[in-house]
């Protein structure tokens, strides 16, 4: 082989290998937006232009330490009792060094958690989904879609004592409000018990006015889900926000249009008076994280992308929490 084949050969390996090299880095670049634009709410004084969803395995550094403006948390770091945070704990974690945070806590309104101070084993002893003989009367049968979490007729007054007593410990532990889950339960009833959207619209209600006669009028009200009932002016009117799971992405499959123009509707009756509106997601790929926040951003809600199993804190270099 000739001096000149030799030098050709380097030079085409030369070559190859710097494309190998640059093509990742090419990729990485047009992949990597800018920062994106922010969206905001005010809440009580508060300007809030990013939250956090997590809710299982909570570690109190994690979370004084995050720039986060809103959190929203279990009340307790192992979701049962031994685990429940004092007012300490979270006055501690509100901190973020030069700022503060709000500290929301989760509660579920429209199920029954079997990990929770309120649960009996005796319900369900042999753990086949369905209450046994002596269990409360609210109780129903177990959720297939998520093990250890039980229906409620939510409309009985004895369940609604329960979530009272729930309430009380959260107040007494010094969160700035709640995160109410499992609104949605009316629809499973719609065919049990008559009107139970205007049940669980009074249930919302008695709620809000609760803590915040107990606390102040400050005291921040969330719910998750059942954006139909947003058309309600007495639902509307005692909510401070509403958060929303799965509205452009269901995991990594996109929602139907229609389904995202309905949900978007109910939401903007919300951002028109001032609500604030949180997104929640689970697309798992960079790019249809990027793409949720950007079509969060273009409606005006702030977007927040997480694993379904909520055990991790998560941060996104195109939308960092300030």
Same mark, same amino acid.
């Given at each position: ?10 030079? @085409?390996? %030369?070559? #190859?290998? *710097? &494309?190998? $090299? ?16 922010? @969206?905001? %709410?005010? #809440?009580? *004084? &508060?300007? $809030? ?188 009117n005692c909510i401070d926000g509403i958060g929303r799971e799965d509205l452009f992405y269901m995991d990594n499959s996109p929602t139907s249009k229609v389904e995202q123009e309905n949900a978007i509707s ?57």
């Open positions: 082989m000739n001096k000149k084949a030799v030098l050709m050969i380097f030079l @085409i390996l %030369f070559l #190859i290998s *710097g &494309f190998l $090299i640059a093509t990742p880095l090419i990729s990485i670049l047009l992949l990597t937006p800018n920062k994106l634009q922010r @969206i905001s %709410f005010a #809440i009580n *004084g &508060f300007t $809030i232009d990013d939250f956090a969803y997590w809710l299982q395995d909570i570690d109190n550094e994690t979370v004084r330490n995050s720039k986060y403006d809103l959190m929203i948390i279990d009340y307790s770091s192992n979701s049962n009792e031994t685990g429940e945070f004092s007012a300490q704990d979270i006055n501690y974690m509100k901190s973020s060094g030069d700022a503060r945070k709000l500290l929301i806590a989760y509660i579920s309104i429209g199920e029954a958690e079997n990990y929770r101070f309120y649960w009996n084993e005796s319900w369900v002893k042999n753990n086949d989904g369905f209450p046994d003989a002596g269990a409360p009367s609210w109780l129903d049968v177990e959720n297939p879609e998520w093990s250890g979490n039980y229906k409620v007729k939510f409309w009985m007054i004895e369940w609604q004592h329960v979530i009272f007593q729930y309430l009380d410990r959260i107040i007494n532990a010094s969160f700035d409000g709640i995160y109410m889950d499992i609104i949605d339960a009316y629809e499973y009833y719609e065919n049990i018990t008559s009107h139970s959207d205007w049940k669980m619209i009074n249930f919302v209600a008695n709620i809000s006015n609760y803590v915040k006669s107990t606390v102040s009028s400050n005291f921040i009200v969330f719910v998750q889900n059942a954006d139909e009932l947003l058309k309600n002016n007495t639902y509307i109910n939401l903007n009756l919300a951002r028109s008076i001032n609500k604030t509106v949180l997104i929640i997601d689970y697309p798992q790929s960079y790019s249809l994280k990027l793409d949720f926040y950007k079509k969060c951003i273009a409606n005006g809600f702030i977007p927040y992308a997480a694993d379904r199993e909520l055990n991790s804190l998560k941060e996104y270099d195109f939308y960092p929490p300030t």
